[in-house]
């Protein structure tokens, strides 16, 4: 094993975890280090995996970073925009979004900051947040695990906690958060859908983590977050990221 091993490369590692036995769906990731992973979930455990290029084509040997499947890659089919909404809504589909705000029940804001009124911030609106957590898996990817980011109560909701899901009854059956992943550790959820603790990153304090959390978080008795092993660190380092711009979403 590495013993040179980056926080940003756990950081892939653990986004690639998020597809194991996800099967044959198509895989969103948003940002530099979920994309990463997905690439390496797709050449490693999960190869039934389908990725778009972030264009249109499906790649069946993921390029490296910067290169799109018809500059160098194996397309293996096509999905334009407009399939998108029915894959989606057939829950064939894997979502890692980003976030402004998340709260302690998974509620996603990446809207406004602020009153609604009047709001302090304007950012993207809800985009595709309301229906990807509404019919298929969402995972959540945080560069910077900050109380900003963590709050008692997100101020609009794009994306759906499990708190409404389950007021919702029904409604929403495809309802499915499955893990955060931040640069400090791995969360994910309890029995009561509030957010817990799955394993801090290796060399982080637990402390640091609650501190830097802006609501209750029991960090006592985490396991370490896995190690990438030799082989994903030769697809991370030598294929799918040769010019390390995984280190500059995530610093040591």
């Not at 799955?198 to 637990?206: E, K, T």
């Not at 396991?223 to 990438?228: N, Q, S």
């Amino acid at each position: 094993m590495a013993t040179d091993i980056t926080r940003a490369e756990v950081c892939v590692a653990a986004c690639s975890d998020t597809y194991r036995e996800s099967g044959e769906i198509l895989a969103h990731a948003v940002g530099t280090i979920p994309t990463i992973g997905a690439r390496l979930a797709k050449l490693t455990h999960s190869p039934d995996l389908i990725l778009s290029d972030g264009e249109a084509f499906l790649m069946s040997e993921p390029p490296p970073l910067g290169k799109t499947a018809s500059g160098g890659g194996v397309i293996e089919g096509w999905a334009p925009f407009r399939r998108i909404f029915d894959i989606a809504a057939s829950g064939r589909r894997q979502s890692m979004m980003g976030a402004s705000q998340i709260d302690r029940f998974g509620n996603q804001n990446i809207s406004l900051i602020g009153d609604w009124n009047k709001p302090s911030r304007q950012l993207i609106g809800v985009r595709g947040a309301p229906g990807n957590t509404a019919n298929h898996r969402v995972d959540y990817w945080v560069s910077r695990h900050s109380t900003r980011l963590f709050v008692e109560s997100v101020d609009m909701v794009s994306g759906v906690g499990n708190d409404r899901a389950r007021a919702a009854g029904p409604s929403l059956r495809h309802h499915h958060l499955g893990v955060i992943v931040t640069n400090l550790a791995v969360l994910g959820y309890g029995d009561d859908g509030a957010v817990k603790v799955l394993s801090i990153h290796p060399g982080v304090d637990p402390q640091t983590v609650a501190e830097n959390t802006g609501f209750a978080l029991d960090t006592a008795g985490a396991p370490e977050t896995r190690l990438p092993t030799d082989e994903e660190l030769r697809l991370i380092r030598e294929v799918l990221d040769p010019r390390g711009a995984r280190t500059r979403e995530v610093q040591d």
